[in-house]
Nanobody, 123 residues
Framework: QVQLVESGGGLVQAGGSLRLSCAAS????????MGWFRQAPGKEREFVAA????????IYTDSVKGRFTTSRDNAKNTVYLQMNSLKPEDTAVYYC????????????????WGQGTQVTVSS
């Protein structure tokens, strides 16, 4: 299994930027596709973005397309979520997730999860 630790969350004004990091330890990082999910207060956790094993493929939910970018550095065992033009509705706890066999939007398909990092966007 791989252990995941998110960082980089915080408080930012609308229109600002943050970069989240998810550091992995344990098994070979490049064996895992990675996903980003978020959960706002009172709402279910939702898919944000995902990146495949090599980093050559990415997918995004419609609400973040053109604003968020996910990337990975397999040499550093880290995946990133660059968030630009942040909006108050982006406020949530952001989670990274990993799976050896799945690359996609389905939360239940990811086997490993981090603890999450809070992102708060003020208006």
């Amino acid at each position: 299994q791989v252990q995941l630790v998110e960082s980089g969350g915080g408080l930012v004004q609308a229109g600002g930027s943050l970069r989240l990091s998810c550091a992995a330890s344990g098994r070979t990082f490049s064996s895992y596709a990675m996903g980003w999910f978020r959960q706002a207060p009172g709402k279910e956790r939702e898919f944000v973005a995902a990146i495949n094993w090599s980093g050559g493929g990415t997918i995004y939910t419609d609400s973040v397309k053109g604003r968020f970018t996910t990337s990975r550095d397999n040499a550093k065992n880290t995946v990133y979520l660059q968030m630009n033009s942040l909006k108050p509705e982006d406020t949530a706890v952001y989670y990274c997730a990993a799976d050896e066999n799945y690359f996609g939007r389905r939360e239940y398909a990811y086997g490993q999860w981090g603890q999450g990092t809070q992102v708060t966007v003020s208006s």
